[in-house]
C-alpha cells in the first residue's frame, strides 16, 4: 500500500544538526512532490518545505529557510531534511507526505496524502 | 503573512450536525483541504479540492465554498469523529502552503 515512513529524529542541542529520512513505498515516488510538515507539542500544524519531483523545485517556510534543507533521491525512493542550527522552537513532531499538485493555467493548488506517523526531534540543552 | 482562521472548538451532540469553518482571503482563488487527526495519530486527508471525499471517507463528511469561507460538515456526528481537524490551503500564488490553527470537535 501507499506510505511512507519518517526516522531520524532524536534529541539535540541548541545550534545542533539533525538529518530526517523518509522512505516511501507503494507508488512511484519520481513522480510526486514531497513535503516536510510539524507539528510542535500541543500546537498545531505548520508547513516546513516541500521539493518537487526533479527536486529542482524547492520552497521553504520563513521560519526554516537558510537552516534546513530538503532533498531527495529519487533511486533510493527517499526524502531527507537536513537541519542545522537547531533551535528549542524547532522542537517538534515532523512528518512527511506525499503531495498532490494539481494545476489549472496560473494556479496551483497542492494537498498532502498519505502522512507518516512523524518523528519526534527534541531541541534542548 | 497569509492566514486561515478557524474556531478553536466546536461542540455538538452524537447524531447532530457539527460544522466547522475556515476562513481565508485567498481562499476565492484557492482551493482548501481538510485533515482529521485523532489523538496520537498523523493526519488524514478527508476533504480535498474543497469538496472532494477520498476514497474509505464517509459520506457524512462534506465540505464547501462561500466567497473567503470553507466549511467542513459532519452529518449525523458520531463519536469516533472527535478529533482535531485542520484546514489548509495556499497563498494566492499557490506557492506556499498554510495550515488553519485547528478545531478541536468535541462529541458530548
Known amino acids: 500500500q501507499v506510505q511512507v515512513v519518517e526516522s531520524g529524529g532524536g534529541l539535540v542541542k541548541p545550534g545542533g544538526s539533525l538529518r530526517l529520512s523518509c522512505a516511501a513505498s507503494?507508488?512511484?515516488?519520481?513522480?510526486?512532490?514531497m513535503t516536510w510538515i510539524r507539528q510542535a507539542p500541543g500546537k498545531g500544524l505548520e508547513w516546513v518545505s516541500y521539493i518537487s519531483s526533479s527536486g529542482f523545485s524547492i520552497y521553504y517556510a520563513d521560519s526554516v529557510k537558510g537552516r534546513f534543507t530538503i532533498s531527495r533521491d529519487n533511486a533510493k525512493n527517499s526524502l531527507y531534511l537536513q537541519m542545522n542550527t537547531l533551535r528549542a522552537e524547532d522542537t517538534a513532531v515532523y512528518y512527511c507526505a506525499r503531495e498532490h499538485l494539481h494545476c489549472n493555467g496560473a494556479n496551483c493548488y497542492r494537498w498532502f496524502d498519505p502522512w507518516g506517523q512523524g518523528t519526534l526531534v527534541t531541541v534542548s540543552s | 503573512s497569509y492566514e486561515l482562521t478557524q474556531p478553536p472548538s466546536v461542540s455538538v451532540s452524537p447524531g447532530q450536525t457539527a460544522r466547522i469553518t475556515c476562513s481565508g482571503d485567498a481562499l476565492p482563488n484557492q482551493y482548501a483541504h481538510w485533515y482529521q487527526q485523532k489523538p496520537r495519530q498523523a493526519p488524514l486527508l478527508v476533504i480535498y479540492?474543497?469538496?472532494e471525499r477520498p476514497s474509505g471517507i464517509p459520506e457524512r463528511l462534506s465540505g464547501s465554498s462561500s466567497g473567503t469561507t470553507v466549511t467542513l460538515t459532519i452529518s449525523g456526528v458520531q463519536a469516533e469523529d472527535e478529533a482535531d481537524y485542520y484546514c489548509q490551503s495556499a497563498d494566492s500564488s499557490g506557492t506556499f502552503v498554510v495550515f488553519g490553527g485547528g478545531t478541536k470537535l468535541t462529541v458530548l
Open positions: 507503494g507508488f512511484t515516488f519520481s513522480d510526486f512532490y
Open positions: 479540492k474543497d469538496t
